[in-house]
T-cell receptor, first 114, second 115 residues
Framework: AQSVTQLGSHVSVSEGALVLLRCNYSSSVPPYLFWYVQYPNQGLQLLLKYTTGATLVKGINGFEAEFKKSETSFHLTKPSAHMSDAAEYFCAVIRTGGGNKLTFGTGTQLKVEL | DAGVIQSPRHEVTEMGQEVTLRCKPISGHNSLFWYRQTMMRGLELLIYFNNNVPIDDSGMPEDRFSAKMPNASFSTLKIQPSEPRDSAVYFC?????????????FGQGTRLTVV
């Protein structure tokens, strides 16, 4: 079954530093991949998604992710962290043959320090 | 559109009581999902509807949980009887059924506490 693995349950960066959140998927067929963000006491909000086409995907709030088939990865990056980026980030995949239901990774809590 | 609307936002109930969570999906969306979020287990898919029909309920933890979607604009998740281990945040999400890879939109969630 297809799944995603997020490396690092907690990541801490300084304001202005690069943000890198890691996600690897397990699939013999490239799946559909997503990054969602969850702010405290809120629902999940889509940051970006990869379905087909260009492997570098740009999302909201300056985030982007690159689909690398050779590495089965879909890491999320942002060149310069802002305090408002502090939140929990989830990588997710749509499994083949499962309609459009999302399977989520375990999440990465991003802390941004002054 | 107001997005996915869930009610109530918070629910505190006593063990053994029936709890009903409600969800109004985004108009025009024909897929609806119920997720549960806990610290220990993360985000778990409980059940998935397509065109009001349950497609996959393999994530429903046990017979105490049931979900219905009587029409395209309303769904309920019921727990009867509730137990303390059911305490969690329950999210409803909706999406277009096609094309493949369409993202899901989430409600604000219902925080359930069973005492």
């Amino acid at each position: 079954a297809q799944s995603v693995t997020q490396l690092g349950s907690h990541v801490s960066v300084s304001e202005g530093a690069l943000v890198l959140l890691r996600c690897n998927y397990s699939s013999s067929v490239p799946p559909y991949l997503f990054w969602y963000v969850q702010y405290p006491n809120q629902g999940l909000q889509l940051l970006l998604k990869y379905t087909t086409g260009a492997t570098l995907v740009k999302g909201i709030n300056g985030f982007e992710a690159e689909f690398k088939k050779s590495e089965t990865s879909f890491h999320l990056t942002k060149p310069s962290a802002h305090m408002s980026d502090a939140a929990e980030y989830f990588c997710a995949v749509i499994r083949t043959g499962g309609g459009n239901k999302l399977t989520f990774g375990t999440g990465t809590q991003l802390k941004v320090e002054l | 559109d107001a997005g996915v609307i869930q009610s109530p936002r918070h629910e505190v109930t006593e063990m053994g009581q029936e709890v009903t969570l409600r969800c109004k999906p985004i108009s025009g969306h024909n897929s609806l999902f119920w997720y549960r979020q806990t610290m220990m287990r993360g985000l778990e898919l409980l059940i998935y509807f397509n065109n009001n029909v349950p497609i996959d309920d393999s994530g429903m933890p046990e017979d105490r949980f049931s979900a219905k979607m009587p029409n395209a604009s309303f769904s309920t998740l019921k727990i009867q009887p509730s137990e303390p281990r059911d305490s969690a945040v329950y999210f409803c999400a909706s999406s277009l059924g096609t094309p493949r890879g369409t993202e899901a939109f989430f409600g604000q969630g219902t925080r359930l506490t069973v005492v």
